[in-house]
């Protein structure tokens, strides 16, 4: 099959490469002259494990190919994915215009008929919407499917290749047919495709991150319970989670949500509720937690140090979490933003993300090259994203540059019992206290 996929962002990319990857001739397009010049080199904009061989691999193979140029991409392809940014709008809706101006250009552009899928994360409606906008600008026939995307960064070919499910909202028989051959490489009995309504399928991914995020927001308000009566919440976790009806997954407390969807997504679900005349009081519970837990770390420093002017503090980690280099809406930004406004020194390190973070923070904090430079001299070190290479970090070395061993675990994946053993101050996130 012939396929554009317009956006070449971390859904875009990933989706275009997979396709690719599968058999199909793939045309990946974008606005930004810059990425599609990159992406001709063989280089990838974003870091995400594994990506880069994947593109090399089929754009030498001759399946995958960039291009500024959409008519010329759209005109031959049977299926068009629109997977543009969906950034929050005004009161917290999805802002459409991109998603739109997308839908425009591809009217203008189709030539035969063809199925133009929303791979963007879009509200309620969206799909109709964008049918409007392409029937005015075209007499072709054409099919508009509701096709959300569920990957996570930093596991984003993983989980498209192997997804949980893929969800197809459509009433067109014709486009089910052809979503079904596109995506049969992918899916198993336990991982099946759901077909459903245009909006059911744009519900379902709201619905699952403001689920996720509300899981999140559950557990660090456990945590602050936690703190404030003495228990564990690692072990209230554990104690949770073993319940099958529970589970493990997203039971971490830490310093709350971040990235390019679970805040934007929570608001934009609470956004649609309002517009039907519905309070979604829990979301907005969700969102003040959230909130709240994003200063936690730096309402743990000033209760420790009282004054932050003059001290020099290590924050390990920037990305929101975890084999990304994305920083948006990343609880670091928060942290790193508030401790410069006290006045302190901040030195920093990410194994990927630093490029990223220098857009936020320019030459106002320092970019260390390991954590080990980071924390010399430091008063404090800040554990902010739980990178392998910050769990079982060498205590002994650290204390020996540090000013003071302080150490706020904002994972709790270093254990507070060794820390202590090894003189350090050691704050966690609803355990016990130092004191
Ligand atoms: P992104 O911001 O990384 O990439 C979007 C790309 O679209 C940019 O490169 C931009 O230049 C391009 N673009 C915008 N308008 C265009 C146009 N008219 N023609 C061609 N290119 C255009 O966005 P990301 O993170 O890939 O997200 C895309 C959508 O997928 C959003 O709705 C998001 O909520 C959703 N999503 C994102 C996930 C993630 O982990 N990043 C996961 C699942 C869904």
Known sequence: MKIAVIGTGYVGLVAGTCFAESGHEVTCIDVNPRKIQALRRGEVP???????????????????????????????????FIAVGTPEGETGRADLQYVLAAAEQVGRALRQYTVIVDKSTVPVGTADKVHEVIARHTRCEFDVVSNPEFLKEGAALEDFLKPDRVV???????????????YAPFVRT????????????????????????????????????????GADVEQVRKGMGADKRIGYSFLHPGIGYGGSCFPK?????????????????LLRA??????????????????????????????????????????REAPSVELIEGLLGKGARVQCHDPVAVESARRYFGDRVLYAPTCY???????????????????????????????????????????????????FTYFGIGRPSAS
């Not at 608001?267 to 979604?280: I, N, P, S």
């Not at 909130?291 to 003059?310: I, M, N, P, V, Y």
């Not at 010399?376 to 910050?390: K, Y």
């Open 46 to 80: 974003i870091y995400e494990p594994g990506l880069e061989e994947l593109v090399r691999r089929n754009a030498a193979a001759g399946r995958l190919h960039f291009t500024e140029e959409l008519a010329g991409a759209v005109g031959p392809a049977q299926v068009v």
């Open 168 to 182: 197809i909202g459509t009433r067109s028989e014709r486009a089910r047919k052809l979503m079904a051959e596109l």
């Open 190 to 229: 336990e991982s099946p495709i759901l077909f459903m309504d245009p909006c059911s399928a744009e519900l379902t991914k709201y619905a699952a991150n403001a689920m996720l995020a509300t899981r999140i927001s559950f557990m660090n308000d456990m945590a602050a319970l936690c703190e404030k009566v």
């Open 265 to 281: 997504d929570v608001k934009a679900l609470t956004a649609t509720a309002r517009d039907v005349g519905l309070e979604f009081d």
């Open 286 to 327: 969700v969102e003040n937690t959230n909130a709240r837990q994003k200063r936690c770390l730096l309402t743990k420093a000033l209760r420790h140090f009282g004054d932050l002017s003059e001290r020099t503090f290590a924050v390990w980690g920037l990305a929101f979490k975890p084999k990304t280099d994305d920083m």
């Open 373 to 423: 430079a980071a924390a010399e001299g430091a008063d404090a070190i800040f554990l902010v994203t739980e990178w392998n290479e910050f769990r079982h970090p060498d205590l002994k070395r650290l204390k020996a540059t540090m000013k003071s061993p302080t150490l706020f675990d904002g994972r709790n994946v270093i254990d507070p019992r060794l820390a202590r053993e090894e003189g």
